[in-house]
């Protein structure tokens, strides 16, 4: 068996992993290509161009970029009508995939699409262009499904295999052990995301709400983790020029462990929100990008929300700050209120559980299954 696969960032690369894993139990003799992180290379995936070109954010930013993705684009379309793998993958990073998509499929390729873009909350007219794109798209959120069948679009949930892989009731004693951290302190994990752009934009204002908060409670300390070198680098320069006397302890490819270890968590919005929910952990959500792009995306998004646990739930289950409104007297009060409010925590993390409890489901077991069901469908 071929397949053509192409993730574009860490969370895609974690997915493609988990999905290549259970393929390659069904056909040991499993080809894969296209563009895979470090997870998925180790799971056979040839990957063609580093991933990291394809982690690109915002409306205006990628814009720059155009030329050298347009380039990328026409060559992996080049090697794949080479190939015909029995099946192509596109993995999240709808804005680079479904034009792909559209013309492996009009080739003759089946493919699929892991992960919903978020037509339901904004450009919902391309619903249009993914149904002529996709022949199935695998969705990890209940809601997803519902609008695909709403638009006679094939789709399957498969649920998250995040929510497979983390436990119900996550051990953060286990978890500070794991960083030789102690027991009895109170950690605040600062997350500012795992691309360039979230943590150029981003870790200033982390850096100075963890001042702010130190300042006001001296016995706090603060955990990080980078999702590799280059983001290590670039937040500890951050934290070195802003606050140099911060006590905080830097980490590397350990997100879920200091998530665990955390009392509290502050938090780029994204996949990452989802994984602090699913370790049971208060959240602050912070989201910040160019101000050009916001003012276009506040008039094109239409949810009330931006962190998947207040989307999942449909209520504002954990605070969020978004552009201006993220400042850090306002996120050091939003932590305050965690610590200070053992009783609202508790109620937030029984809705954690029962969300993770909905999102269980063997997701690479199902996913595996779906791509199997349509590349026998079509001998």
Not at 136 to 164: I, M, S
Not at 186 to 193: E, M, R, S, V
Not at 306 to 329: M, R, T
Request: charged residues 20%.
């Amino acid at each position: 068996m071929k397949v053509g696969i192409i993730a574009g960032e860490v969370s895609g690369n974690i997915l493609g992993a988990g999905l290549l894993r259970v393929l390659r139990q069904a056909e040991p003799n499993l080809k894969a290509s296209g563009i895979g992180g470090p997870d998925m290379i180790a799971y056979g995936c040839q990957s063609l161009y580093d991933m990291e070109r394809l982690a690109v954010m915002g409306l205006i930013e990628p814009l720059r970029r155009l030329p050298e993705l347009f380039k990328m684009r026409d060559n992996l379309y080049r090697h794949f009508i080479q190939q015909k793998p029995d099946v192509f993958i596109g993995i999240d990073s709808p804005d680079f995939n479904l034009g792909l998509e559209l013309k492996l499929r009009q080739a003759g390729i089946p493919v699929v699409h892991y992960v919903s873009p978020s037509v339901w909350a904004w450009r919902k007219k391309r619903i249009h262009k993914i149904a002529k794109a996709v022949d199935l798209v695998l969705t990890l959120f209940p809601f997803e499904k519902a609008f695909y069948e709403q638009h006679n679009v094939p789709a399957c949930f498969v649920g998250h295999p995040l929510a497979d892989i983390i436990p119900l009731q996550p051990d953060k004693l286990a978890a500070r052990a794991s960083l030789n951290l102690n027991t009895d302190t109170t950690y605040i994990a600062l997350l500012p995301g795992s691309r360039r752009n979230e943590v150029r934009f981003l870790a200033e204002t982390f850096v100075r709400t963890a001042l702010r908060c130190w300042q006001d409670r001296p016995q706090l300390q603060f955990i990080t983790s980078a999702a590799n070198s280059a983001r290590n680098k670039e937040f500890r320069e951050h934290c070195q020029a802003l606050a140099p006397q911060l006590p905080i302890h830097f980490y590397e490819g350990c997100s879920h462990e200091v998530m665990a270890a955390a009392d509290v968590v502050l938090v780029a919005s994204g996949t990452a929100t989802l994984e602090a929910m699913l370790f049971k952990r208060p959240m602050v959500i912070v989201y910040k990008m160019a101000n050009l792009t916001y003012q276009i995306a506040r008039h094109l998004v239409k949810i009330p929300y931006i962190g998947l646990p207040n989307l999942l739930a449909n209520e504002g289950l954990v605070p969020e700050f978004i552009q201006d409104a993220a400042k850090p007297d306002h996120l050091a009060q939003a932590i305050f209120d965690y610590l200070d409010c053992p009783e609202k925590t508790e109620k937030l993390l029984k809705t954690f559980t029962d969300i993770h409890q909905q999102l269980r489901c063997d997701a690479n077991q199902r996913a595996a299954e779906s791509v199997l069901n349509l590349i026998n469908a079509g001998k």
